[in-house]
Structures are given as structure tokens and as C-alpha cells.
């Protein structure tokens, strides 16, 4: 499932996002409608946390379903386990 299956099917996933967050309003779902930046700025807000714990938690959630991430967003908490995946596997190849 990608992004776009995730908005196309928000009217199913928002029961499992209640369950998930359930700090969150239907209204504030109606608002989101399947995009996931204002989903995470809605977790940031209504759980007091920062955004980038936010954005883990929605990607987390997405993994969850099996949905790929962006490429760009593939690794959102930055905690360098790809970072050292790269130095062990260029080690390995010398």
C-alpha cells in the first residue's frame, strides 16, 4: 500500500487510526483526509510531542500496514542505522 492507497482508502484506515491515536477527533480526520504530514502535525499536537517523534509514529504505523515509505521520508528519525549499514557494508567490500 503507497500514499496514494492510504488516501484512496481513508474512510477504512481511520478506524485504525482511532485505535492508534485515539486523542484524535473525527473532525480533525475529515481535515487530514489522507495526508500524512497533517497527520503527523495532528499526533504532535494532540499527544505534546515533537514532530520528528510524530512522524516516526506514522511511519511506524505505515510499516505496520506495509506500506513503503518515501524515499525521501524512508528513515525519518535519522538514527544512523542506515548510515552504519552503508559503513559496515563498504567495510566488507574492501
Given at each position: 500500500?503507497?500514499?496514494?492507497?492510504?488516501?484512496?482508502?481513508?474512510?477504512?484506515?481511520?478506524?485504525?487510526?482511532?485505535?492508534?491515536?485515539?486523542?484524535?477527533?473525527?473532525?480533525?480526520?475529515?481535515?487530514?483526509?489522507?495526508?500524512?504530514?497533517?497527520?503527523?502535525?495532528?499526533?504532535?499536537?494532540?499527544?505534546?510531542?515533537?514532530?520528528?517523534?510524530?512522524?516516526?509514529?506514522?511511519?511506524?504505523?505505515?510499516?505496520f500496514l506495509g506500506t513503503d515509505a518515501p524515499a525521501e521520508r524512508a528513515d525519518p528519525g535519522n538514527d544512523?542505522?542506515?548510515?552504519?549499514?552503508?559503513?559496515?557494508?563498504?567495510?566488507?567490500?574492501?
Amino acid at each position: 500500500m503507497n500514499v496514494d492507497q492510504i488516501e484512496g482508502d481513508w474512510r477504512v484506515l481511520r478506524g485504525k487510526i482511532r485505535e492508534q491515536w485515539g486523542r484524535l477527533t473525527d473532525e480533525q480526520l475529515d481535515v487530514i483526509n489522507g495526508r500524512l504530514d497533517m497527520l503527523a502535525g495532528r499526533i504532535q499536537q494532540a499527544y505534546g510531542i515533537s514532530m520528528a517523534e510524530a512522524e516516526q509514529q506514522v511511519y511506524e504505523w505505515r510499516c505496520f500496514l506495509g506500506t513503503d515509505a518515501p524515499a525521501e521520508r524512508a528513515d525519518p528519525g535519522n538514527d544512523g542505522a542506515a548510515e552504519s549499514r552503508r559503513s559496515l557494508e563498504s567495510s566488507q567490500s574492501r
